[in-house]
Structures are given as structure tokens and as C-alpha cells.
């Protein structure tokens, strides 16, 4: 069983940076891709982006190319969503999720694992 967890959220004025860690232990055999997403009060779990876990290719939603930047770190099991630039509509809970797909997804039903979500709040 794959265990996610996610850190690095908080307040952060429009403008800023903050940089989530999402930490996976557990069974992680058959776990090939991960990707965040994040969910607004109100709103469906949205895709950020993806990368996966052999090679570093990367996929990322229109919303957030060129603002956000998805890496992993192997050997630590960490995957990280860097955040620049961020705006009050980026507020939302953000999630970490993993994938048994071979190939880069962007659905929420492509994803098996999922961790709690971590608050990231933008303001003016």
C-alpha cells in the first residue's frame, strides 16, 4: 500500500513562491508516475501536473505551465511542486496522488493513491 503525504502549504501573499513536498513510502513497486492536483471550495479536482518516475518527463496543465515546476528526488521518494508567481485563484487544497500507468495522466480515476492535501492560500 502506497502512503502519500504532503507538506509546504500555508499563506503566502499574490506574487509569491512556495515550494510542496509530497513524501511516499509503503509499496512503491509499481507505482510509475505522480502528479499534483488541488481542489477550490466548490470547484472538481483540478490537474497541475505530472512527472514520471523513470526519465523525469514532465506534463503540465495550461493554467499552471510556465508558473509551477513538478520534480522528484528518487532516492528520497519525494516528489515537489515549486510555485512561483501565484495568484489569489491558485488558492485550494493541493493534492498528491501516484499512478500505476505507465504513461503520464492527467484524470482523477488515473490516479490509485492519494494523500490527505495540504491548504495553500494566496492573498491580495
Known amino acids: 500500500q502506497e502512503q502519500l503525504v504532503e507538506s509546504g502549504g500555508g499563506l503566502v501573499q499574490a506574487g509569491g513562491s512556495l515550494r510542496l513536498s509530497c513524501a511516499a513510502s509503503g509499496r512503491t513497486s509499481n507505482i510509475y508516475s505522480m502528479g499534483w492536483f488541488r481542489q477550490a471550495p466548490g470547484k472538481e479536482r483540478e490537474f497541475l501536473a505530472a512527472i514520471h518516475r523513470y526519465g523525469g518527463t514532465t506534463d503540465y496543465a495550461d493554467s499552471v505551465a510556465g508558473r509551477f515546476t513538478i520534480s522528484r528526488d528518487n532516492a528520497k521518494g519525494t516528489v515537489y511542486l515549486q510555485m512561483n508567481g501565484l495568484k489569489r485563484e491558485d488558492t485550494a487544497v493541493y493534492y498528491c496522488?501516484?499512478?500505476?500507468?505507465?504513461?503520464?495522466?492527467?484524470?482523477?480515476?488515473?490516479?490509485?493513491?492519494w494523500g490527505p492535501g495540504t491548504q495553500v492560500t494566496v492573498s491580495s
Open positions: 496522488a501516484a499512478s500505476t500507468y505507465w504513461t503520464l495522466r492527467n484524470g482523477v480515476r488515473d490516479y490509485s493513491y
